[in-house]
């Protein structure tokens, strides 16, 4: 068996295990998701995805983003130093969650927007992000290890353990504030984690504290933030604008629709989480054509996924939703859209990341936030939730066209190996497969026909390339 064969045996098992992993999730969050959301009802399942938002900002200001820099890190350090490396990471992490929340603590009564969330839930949320920012570091840790069966093992049990201690909790909880039983699923499993997590990395890494590491790691992770910051805006400023306009009843059928849509980004994320280390390498070794090859192949298994996934949404969610979010149907179409482009993305981010070009993924993506932010303000008041999901999806085409821009025309050290007519047929191919989606898609019969066609298609190609990417 040649280089060539073990590379795409490795990358093979990989993606099958990751993708199997997502699908785990998944199925539990299917079967999960809408006992939740039925037992709160619309606008307690709406306040938990404002929590949730809070959460995501906290984990990734008071997390400082380190976990981004392991990436570049295994081109800077040798292997036998990233254990020190990543845990070197962890005590700046630790320290500056305990800055952080010391700091918001104290301050805290002197902002009147701070002063009036609750106490209980404030701290709720900082061991909420920090055990789950832990949970991040180490599936990250796997992932770059080539470890994807400990990252399954890990993501299902927090998952399960997670749901279904919310759903017990929330069934014994007094109606009054019964999404505190939600909240408590989340912080006892991440308070576990918490502890554990820092424990295993200290163990194998022995470093706490050393210079040179916070120096490297500080210098690429503060854009990062400004970057993951940006990228909360992209996919949360919605629901928050939603909020404020429109009521928790509106968020709450729009989340969980988004929640739902969901499934393709997670499916993304682990399709993603397993290119990006065989995308270094060949990024590293300088050969185009090979990568190339892959890419081609990538991009075709996820615009035929999202395929697939439309064409099933529909009678889906019929079943994953009970009645009174039936209305997030119209919106699926344009979170699809969305969620397309910022897997394309994807491409000109990471070739970013590998050319440690930090500030420049932060500036594309918080140009993209900005246009968010205004079309959101200015769609939700003509056309309510669905002018909000639409207004993310055409941020999420600046988002694409920002970062491809900067990847080929900012950056010299490396030559970005994409050009826009490469991903121009595929573009639009979903855009022409959305108008007939429009018209087909209460059809069941025929979009179930379809998506067995389109299922067909790719496992034959799969088999034919003897690789899934």
Not at 201 to 215: D, P
Not at 281 to 301: E, M, P, S, V
């Amino acid at each position: 068996m040649d280089d060539s064969d073990c590379m795409k045996n490795k990358v093979n098992k990989i993606v099958i295990v990751n993708i199997l992993s997502t699908i785990l999730v998944k199925v539990v969050s299917a079967i999960t998701a809408p006992i939740i959301s039925r037992m709160l009802g619309t606008s307690y399942y709406g306040i938990i995805s404002l929590y949730t938002t809070c959460v995501t900002i906290i984990t990734i200001v008071f997390g400082l983003q380190t976990v981004g820099t392991f990436a570049i890190a295994r081109n800077e350090y040798d292997d036998k130093d990233q254990n020190n490396y990543q845990s070197a990471c962890m005590g700046l992490t630790i320290v500056s969650f305990l800055v952080m929340s010391c700091i918001v603590i104290t301050i805290k009564p002197l902002i009147h927007t701070l002063d009036s969330i609750n106490n209980i839930l404030f701290v709720c949320a900082i061991i909420h992000s920090f055990g789950s920012y832990c949970v991040t570091i180490l599936n990250t840790k796997f992932t770059y290890e080539y470890k994807a069966t400990q990252n399954m093992i890990l993501s299902f049990f927090t998952t399960i353990s997670i749901s279904v201690l919310s759903i017990i909790l929330i069934y014994i909880w007094p109606n009054e504030n019964i999404y505190y039983g939600r909240i408590l699923g989340y912080v006892i499993v991440y308070i576990i984690a918490a502890i554990g997590i820092p424990i295993y990395f200290f163990r194998i890494g022995k470093v706490f504290y050393n210079k040179n590491y916070w120096k490297f790691c500080l210098g690429l992770s503060i854009p990062i933030v400004f970057h993951n910051l940006s990228s909360v805006i992209m996919g949360h400023c919605d629901i928050l604008m939603l909020r404020a306009l429109m009521g928790y009843k509106i968020v709450g059928i729009y989340s969980l629709a988004a929640s739902f849509c969901g499934i393709l980004e997670a499916v993304q994320s682990a399709l993603n989480h397993s290119w990006i280390p065989f995308y270094f390498d060949f990024l590293k070794i300088g050969d185009h054509d090979k990568l190339k090859c892959h890419a081609n192949n990538y991009i075709i298994l996820f615009t035929g996924i999202t395929f697939g996934f439309l064409l099933l949404a529909t009678p889906v969610y019929y079943i994953y939703a009970s009645k009174e979010y039936w209305d997030g149907i119209q919106l699926i179409l344009m979170f699809v859209l969305g969620y397309y482009f910022s897997f394309l993305y994807t491409f000109p981010a990471n070739f970013e990341f590998f050319s440690k070009n930090t500030k420049v993924v932060a500036i594309s993506t918080f140009a993209s936030a900005l246009i968010n932010v205004f079309l959101n303000y200015l769609f939700i008041k003509k056309m309510g939730s669905f002018g909000a999901v639409f207004a993310t999806a055409i941020a999420n085409i600046f988002l694409f066209v920002f970062h491809h821009l900067a990847a080929s025309r900012i950056i010299k050290i490396e030559k970005y190996p994409f050009r826009l007519k490469f991903f121009l047929p595929y573009i639009i191919a979903v855009l022409l497969f959305s108008v007939l989606y429009h018209f087909i898609k209460e059809n069941i019969i025929l979009c179930v026909g379809l998506a067995v066609f389109d299922g067909g298609f790719l496992v034959l190609k799969m088999v034919k390339n003897k690789s899934i990417f």
